[in-house]
């Protein structure tokens, strides 16, 4: 059974940083892509970033610029580097997996952003 277990949320003031890491219990290179979506109060989930097998990557036009999405393959661990937040990106940040056709996710980091 695959784990991933997201970390690195917390409070931040507007214009702050934070990075979330999510540690996966298989190799990510065992995923066609891994990625991290948010939840905020109210709203269906979105897509904030993703990235393939191959190194490709994908983001949502309001976090472009803003956010990075990268990995440690060594650590089997995904991380999403976020900047210049803004009140509008709080909401639960989720990570996801996707291997042949089964949808992995993780069990959500909360991240508040107070102006």
């Known amino acids: 059974q695959v784990q991933l277990v997201e970390s690195g949320g917390g409070l931040v003031q507007a214009g702050g940083s934070l990075r979330l890491s999510c540690a996966a219990s298989?190799?990510?290179?065992?995923?066609?892509?891994m990625g991290w979506y948010r939840q905020a109060p109210g709203k269906q989930r979105e897509l904030v970033a993703t990235?393939?097998?191959?190194?490709?990557?994908n983001y949502a036009d309001s976090v472009k610029g803003r956010f990075t999405i990268s990995r440690d393959s060594a650590k089997n661990t995904v991380y999403l580097q976020m900047n210049s937040l803004k009140p509008d990106d709080t909401a639960v940040y989720f990570c996801?997996?996707?291997?042949?056709?089964?949808?992995?996710w993780g069990q959500g980091t909360e991240v508040t952003v107070s102006s």
């Open positions: 996801g997996a996707a291997r042949y056709g089964t949808d992995y």
């Open positions: 298989a190799s990510i290179f065992s995923f066609n892509s």
């Open positions: 990235i393939t097998r191959l190194g490709g990557t």
